[in-house]
């Protein structure tokens, strides 16, 4: 555990020190600074890791069983080509299960580090958003899966500039590496949606449909295609309500700001949908364990879109402050009717300071519910969300 309290103390520090530099040259250099040093630390924990992770040992064991067998065949239980031949092609040079790890984790790295880097409008905290919503402990776990997540983050220039062509091939080299990715599909289409009450409702039509369809297409389904899955407790079992709650609340944080922030870009509904796309499967999993992995393609780009609500906001609470308090002032019949000279009265100086500390607040908030959501993940069960608790390493002196 203790590393894990380590790891976030440490990039909220490194945060506040790159943040220092007043012009903005230093402080894009300085951006990149933290980007660089935070990447190498979560790299540097989830290569080195032993034995942490849900999935470990089934890698471990499909990584010395692949370079035994070498090139001879492709094929490997049901894991997709691309992964195979990348562990091949790693076997083929080292017989260290380490070395795996540490370029599976750098290919899981790669492109959360280039989608924040290239995106975000605040990296500090898309850095900890990542953190603290889980999915950074997906590259402890779901091994295939995070390279294909990361695959699909380079995706996201497409996705805003409506190109689908290149969309399409993005999701499906990522879907060499787990086919998962294919969800994305129609998810680029959900995208294009108004982001309204409409399309909230729309969902909740199909959350309902799900419900009361699932368990029968789920039979046929499985019974025909990934019979290992049928009657498994992927299946009968879901999971906890309660790891729900975060993200329904930053989705709802979403929807209210798409409906009533203004200045919002044109991309920025595109993410609000995506999000809404990742809420559908995430109440889907508390019924079905199997479709959280579903969830986590265009949950990643909540990375940007929680930064680009707060820049949002920071935006729109001086002219909504000052606007209600020349409404205040009019109320109470102290404000002149020159409406130029009344403006004069207004303390600009104190509306500022407001929507700052209103501003600060709402950081704050999303930094510590965040935070306190990744702890409660750490400390849940006895192995912790993607079992990655307790932590191992091949470096004695990070274990614990």
Not at 52 to 64: H, I, K, L, P
Request: glycine share 4%; with cysteine.
């Amino acid at each position: 555990m203790l590393i894990y309290i380590v790891n976030i103390i440490s990039v909220v520090l490194y945060g506040l020190i790159c943040s220092l530099p007043k012009d903005e040259k230093n402080r894009r250099i300085m951006r990149l600074v933290f980007l660089g040093i935070t990447f190498l630390q979560l790299w540097f924990i989830v290569a080195f890791r032993d034995k942490t992770g849900n999935d470990f040992a089934m890698y471990s064991e499909g990584f010395f069983l692949m370079k035994r067998d070498g090139f001879s065949t492709l094929e490997y239980k049901d894991w997709e080509l691309g992964f195979v031949v990348l562990t091949k092609l790693i076997g083929a040079v080292t017989a260290n299960k380490t070395v795996f790890f540490a370029i599976t984790a750098l290919l899981s790295l790669a492109g959360p580090a280039y989608l924040i880097i290239k995106h975000s409008k605040m990296p500090f905290l898309s850095v900890l958003l990542y953190m603290n919503l889980f999915m950074y402990y997906v590259s402890f776990n779901y091994v295939r899966q995070a390279i294909a997540i990361s695959v699909i983050c380079f995706s996201w220039d497409f996705i805003k500039k409506k190109q689908f062509i290149p969309f399409l091939a993005v999701v499906l080299f990522a879907s060499l590496f787990h086919f998962s990715a294919l969800i994305m599909l129609p998810a680029y289409f959900f995208a294009k949606m108004k982001g309204g009450i409409r399309t909230v409702l729309i969902y909740c039509y199909l959350l309902l449909l799900y419900y009361i369809t699932s368990d029968s297409v789920l039979n046929i389904l499985l019974s025909q295609v990934h019979t290992e899955y049928e009657n498994s407790r992927f299946i009968t079992t879901g999971i906890s309500v309660i790891y729900i709650v975060v993200p329904f609340l930053l989705c709802a944080a979403l929807f209210f700001a798409r409906k009533y922030l203004t200045a919002a870009p044109p991309e920025f509904s595109y993410l609000v949908c995506l999000s809404y796309f990742a809420m559908f499967w995430m109440v889907v999993m508390t019924k079905h364990s199997l479709f959280e992995r579903f969830s986590y393609y265009s949950y990643i780009f909540i990375v940007l879109a929680i930064p680009e609500a707060l820049v949002m906001l920071k935006g729109f609470l001086p002219n909504f402050i000052l606007q209600r308090t020349r409404s205040k002032m009019k109320d109470s019949a102290s404000l002149q009717s020159d409406e130029d000279s009344g403006a004069k009265r207004i303390n600009e100086k104190s509306i500022r300071k407001r929507a700052s500390v209103y501003y600060a607040l709402a950081l704050t908030a999303v930094i510590l519910i965040t935070t306190a959501y990744n702890l409660f993940g750490l400390m849940s069960g006895t192995s912790g969300v993607h079992g990655v608790f307790p932590y191992s390493s091949v470096i004695p002196f990070l274990n614990g």
